[in-house]
């Protein structure tokens, strides 16, 4: 009889699960959102994108 080896390669899953949200707040997917939006104050990415911009991981 032969063993098999559960940690072996084969018994793995690979995933990328997104925890955080959007990195880059000045994108338009991101910034038109509730949630970065309400994180922003409640100001639009037209009134004050420096903000945006400074509160971005990512952004420039």
Do not use: C
Not at 8 to 19: G, T, Y
Not at 25 to 39: H, L, N, P, S
């Amino acid at each position: 009889m032969q063993m098999t080896n559960a940690l072996s390669p084969s018994n793995f899953r690979v995933a990328v699960v997104d925890f955080y949200g959007p990195a880059d707040f000045t994108v338009e997917e991101a910034r038109d959102t509730k949630q970065i939006r309400r994180f922003m104050t409640g100001k639009k990415f037209a009134e004050t994108r420096q903000q945006y911009e400074l509160a971005s991981p990512v952004a420039g």
